[in-house]
């Protein structure tokens, strides 16, 4: 009820600024293109999609053609690595519907490991430890913190669990309209 999903919205140009101006390197976003600013922009959902495809498509569809090698970078920096080394059929192991399930922490670090593929500089996570446990969203925030350092990270929560790690945090139910 403080803004944070529409915050993301407008970051992610979903919606305009309503009032004020919304910059990207010190233009306007508004007087770009939605492709130009969707471009720099990894979005992760609050409740990730997994695709009924083997776990190399489902994380290569952020950037298709990655290698086998990019992939595996971006599983490592999602945390994902043990898990993906003890699949039977490694990257090919059939995932959602009819395949393999995965759990909550895991579809979140599949979204991640999207988001790191990508390369985008700008990366933009709704919730992504809203589902989780106190531990495994700590190691999640974790894997954000070293797997997108050098990148921009904007993260919305509700929960304070691990935010201190993070360079600056806003409190948006202090900004909010009273």
Not at 99 to 107: A, I, K, T, W
Not at 111 to 123: D, F, I, T
Not at 151 to 157: I, K
């Amino acid at each position: 009820g403080a803004g944070k999903s529409t915050l993301l919205a407008v970051l992610a140009r979903a919606l305009d600024p309503a009032q004020g101006q919304y910059l990207l390197d010190g233009r306007d976003v508004t007087a770009l293109g939605l492709e130009q600013v969707r471009a720099i922009l990894a979005i992760v959902e609050d409740d990730p999609h997994v695709f009924a495809t083997s776990l190399r498509e489902n994380v290569r569809l952020a950037r298709p053609g990655a290698s086998d090698e990019a992939i595996a970078e971006a599983l490592a920096a999602a945390g994902l690595s043990a898990w993906s080394a003890g699949l039977a059929q490694g990257l090919d192991t059939m995932l959602g519907a009819g395949g393999r399930g995965v759990s909550g922490g895991e579809r979140a670090r599949l979204a991640l490991a999207r988001a790191h593929l990508s390369g985008r500089p700008v990366v933009l996570l709704d919730e992504p430890v809203a589902h989780l446990d106190h531990a495994t969203a700590l190691a999640v925030l974790a894997d954000i913190r070293a797997g997108f350092s050098g990148r921009t990270v904007v993260l919305v929560s509700h929960r304070p669990d691990g935010v201190d790690s993070f360079d600056r945090v806003v409190d948006v139910s202090d900004l909010a309209a009273p």
